[in-house]
């Protein structure tokens, strides 16, 4: 239970509901882009899809909405730090897309 003056917020349910909602329809989205043959942009379409369900469980699950400054400093540089990570990814596929 939050305690007054902890920076944390009770959510009703159905937040986290139709977040979860939203998440099985991503990964049913994530399911069937990854049937349909886009060339080289299946990556680049499939990290979209991670990405989003990712913030939503950052934002959400992990309560990322009601954190302090330092919180939210170390999350947005770890996605500093992946994101070269994510750039060589992409254009290793659309290399191959190029060829």
């Known amino acids: ?8 917020s009770m959510q009703p ?14 990964t049913v989205v994530t399911v069937a882009a990854a049937r349909i043959n886009l060339g080289g942009w299946n990556v680049p379409l499939a990290l979209a899809i991670a990405s989003t369900k990712a913030v939503l469980v950052g934002l959400f699950f992990m309560h990322l909405r009601f954190e302090g400054r330092w919180v939210w400093g170390f999350a947005v540089f770890s996605i500093f730090l992946l994101l070269p990570v994510i750039a060589v990814t992409v254009m290793d596929a659309l290399h191959g897309l190029v060829r």
């Open 13 to 26: 349910y159905w937040i986290y509901n139709a977040v979860w909602i939203a998440l099985v329809v991503f």
């Open 1 to 8: 239970m939050a305690t007054p003056g902890s920076g944390h």
